[in-house]
């Protein structure tokens, strides 16, 4: 049973658009839900994260949206850059009784077209 | 300066082999963890364990096991390979208190 859910699979943007990626949870007791982003042949990296008590979270072009209430939460890159063409995983997390772990979506391939 | 840092890269070996992938950090962390990316890039935990406590996901192998000679190193040993254990292992390390894992570059593992 795949407790995060995430799409796009794949996602083709134009540089200077903005490129989305929505995740649904489905176990109420996450309460961390990051971000991160995958380079071919790299480990992912931490890209923005929140926490359900906010509904939105802004660092430079890149939004995440929170709906606690649908158990969405998205992604939004904004001006989009040919920089940005990688692999994008959302993830959640029950905290420390659960050893932090993260449950990770299936990933949103990224490609910005110049 | 390398955060968390795995060896080897690339490991090729033959069905039935017992290997070790190994990781470091040098961030001072409590908490280490072993997550598999698959061919699709599924990404999923397998272990979370500091000084106190292994955490399990319940759906590894009992082939699979951490091991710790200290705080800073979490190798993982895997007995009897197969062929569905090719993928890429990545360790992940995080900081007492706080939510962020940072991720080694990973271990591709090939099975033959």
């Known amino acids: 049973q795949q407790q995060v859910k995430q799409s796009p699979q794949s996602l083709i943007v134009q540089k200077g658009g903005i490129s989305i990626i929505n995740c649904a949870y489905e176990n109420t007791a996450f309460d961390y839900f990051p971000w991160y982003q995958q380079f071919p042949g790299k480990g992912p990296a931490l890209l923005i994260a929140i926490r359900p008590d906010v509904s939105e979270k802004k660092e430079g072009r890149f939004t995440i949206s929170f709906n606690k209430s649908a158990k969405q939460f998205s992604l939004h890159i904004m001006d989009s850059q040919p920089g940005d063409s990688a692999t994008y995983f959302c993830?959640?997390?029950?905290?420390?009784?659960?050893?932090?772990?993260?449950?990770f979506g299936g990933g949103t391939r990224l490609m910005v077209k110049p | 300066d390398t955060a968390v840092s795995q060896t080897p890269k690339y490991l090729v070996t033959q069905m039935g082999n017992d290997k070790s992938i190994k990781c470091e950090q040098n961030l001072g962390h409590d908490t280490m963890y072993w997550y598999k990316q698959d061919s699709k890039k599924f990404l999923k935990i397998m272990f979370s364990?500091?000084?106190?406590?292994?955490?399990i996901n319940e759906t590894v192998p009992n082939r699979f096991s951490p091991k710790s000679p200290d705080k800073a190193h979490l190798n993982l040993h895997i007995n009897s390979l197969e062929l569905g254990d090719s993928a890429v292992y990545f360790c992940a390390s995080r900081a007492q208190g706080g939510p962020t894992q940072y991720f080694g570059p990973g271990t591709r593992l090939l099975v033959l």
């Open positions: 364990y500091n000084n106190k406590e292994l955490i």
């Open positions: 993830a959640a997390s029950m905290g420390a009784n659960a050893g932090n772990m993260l449950t």
